[in-house]
């Protein structure tokens, strides 16, 4: 027998967050832009008809966000240039529970990141010039001077992996592979003499062929690189797991 199904009361949204919300939607929009002045507080109030603590509770919320710059009174808030980065800890607050949980969890994590990084390394090589290929190059030399020392190899193959999602110029990608990096961090570095007990020869390896796949803009070198990564890390994360057990 199905047993009956208990809902939690809706709470009715607060003033100021629709407020915050509605203020939100143009600058995400970009009918607002860095610079532009928000009406004054009285302004706003009657745009809104709320009253003026309503107003400073959701033009602080907004502050808090990143999304303006407030100042109070007559002379209106102004709207500042977004940076990715203030939401990124937010969300890999909100992943890091995954981290903890089960194993099924871990797997379907690390599934969508061998895709998300496929798609990185398709948009690198679409949109990498010369310089980019240029520093990409320099990562990969302070690798090969890690020699066998994995704790020294480990936080720049991060740094590659991140040099290759600013690259793609979206922001979208960088936050998401932001979040995996945490998994790697949070997971890896404690334990990386255990899991990587042969150095860092073959993940430098993979790293390296990426690389010239992604020179070579041929998307099927790219996803056969990608494929040749997968298969190293899928081995080590299996070393992980053991370890963890």
Known sequence: MQKPLSFKPLKKIRLCEEVADQIKQPIFDGKLQPGDKLPGERELCEMFNVGRPTIREALRTLSIMGLIEVNTGKRGSIV??????QYMEAMREQLSWLIKVEEKTIRDLWEVRKYIELGIAHSVAAN???SDLEKLDRIIKKMESCSSD???YFPIAVEFHKELSLITKNKIFYIVWGLF??????GYVPILGEIFQEGPSKLLESNKILLKAIKSKDLRAIDKAMEIHAEEEKFFRNQFNKIKK
């Open 80 to 85: 500042k240039e977004c940076d990715i980065t």
């Open 128 to 130: 990498a010039n010369k």
């Open 150 to 152: 994995i704790h020294a």
């Open 181 to 186: 990096q945490d998994i790697l961090l949070k």
